[in-house]
């Protein structure tokens, strides 16, 4: 047991998925893994393990924003030996040809601010994806024909954000869309040796205001689940 996660050593599997929300771990274990357990339910962060294709499996919830995934990170690797991580959320599409529904592969990672920012002092880290698990959600993507958009991302500290100026330079430079948590999962990995990945499904749209209802999220994101497995347990 950790501080923040209550499982028992041994029920955490070396591959997790980390959707954001708990709720969302709950409905993808129930959903895609044989036999989940409950492993975890400490501040009502929910975690999950089970097997897919024989392959244990834990999903757990990570919060929201980039503090509260780097807590579950750092103890899911450091203390239960998580070896391959993959984000699975939404994202808000930054690029007018990524549309509803896409399939979102973050390589890069930019933020403003990072928890792990203090320890690089002047250096500005690059967060990246590991690259044998990008070459494998981009296979498993392409089975699904699911609309899959490859490239960079950015991780913001606020939900509600007021700088159209820095969102139409990311627009400019190809940012293809923002989320809160990819840039530290990537940063807390390669600090530990782990692999980490971000597969995220565009909710929402920056500069047309579309929206998916919940509903409609729950119907789109099976295809990231999946991609997300099939790409944790090949690569």
Request: charged share 20%; hydrophobic share 40%.
């Amino acid at each position: 047991m950790t501080i923040h996660i209550g499982a028992k050593t041994g029920d955490i599997a070396e591959t997790v998925l980390l959707p954001g929300d708990p709720m969302r771990a709950k409905w993808a274990a129930e959903k895609f893994l044989d036999a989940p357990k409950l492993v975890n339910k400490v501040r009502g962060m929910l975690g999950f393990t089970g097997t897919w294709n024989g392959h244990p499996v834990t999903i757990h919830g990570s919060g929201m924003g980039m503090p509260s995934l780097s807590i579950y990170a750092n103890e899911l690797i450091r203390d239960y030996g998580a070896r391959t991580l993959v984000r699975i959320g939404s994202c808000g599409s930054m690029q007018a040809h990524v549309k509803l529904r896409d399939i979102v592969v973050a390589m890069t990672a930019s933020s403003m601010e990072t928890p792990s920012r203090g320890m690089f002092r002047e250096l500005n880290f690059a967060p990246c994806a590991d690259w044998t698990l990008l070459r494998a959600a981009v296979e498993a993507a392409e089975g699904t024909g699911t609309p899959t958009h490859v490239g960079g991302i950015y991780s913001s500290g606020t939900f509600y954000d007021e700088r159209p100026d820095l969102n139409e330079q990311m627009t400019r430079h190809g940012v293809l869309a923002v989320e809160m948590e990819a840039a530290e999962l990537y940063t807390v990995a390669a600090r530990h040796g782990a692999r980490a990945l971000a597969i995220l499904t565009v909710s929402d749209h920056l500069q047309t205001g579309e929206a998916l209802n919940s509903e409609s999220r729950e119907r789109s994101f099976g295809d990231m689940v999946r991609i997300a497995l099939e790409a944790a347990l090949s690569a």
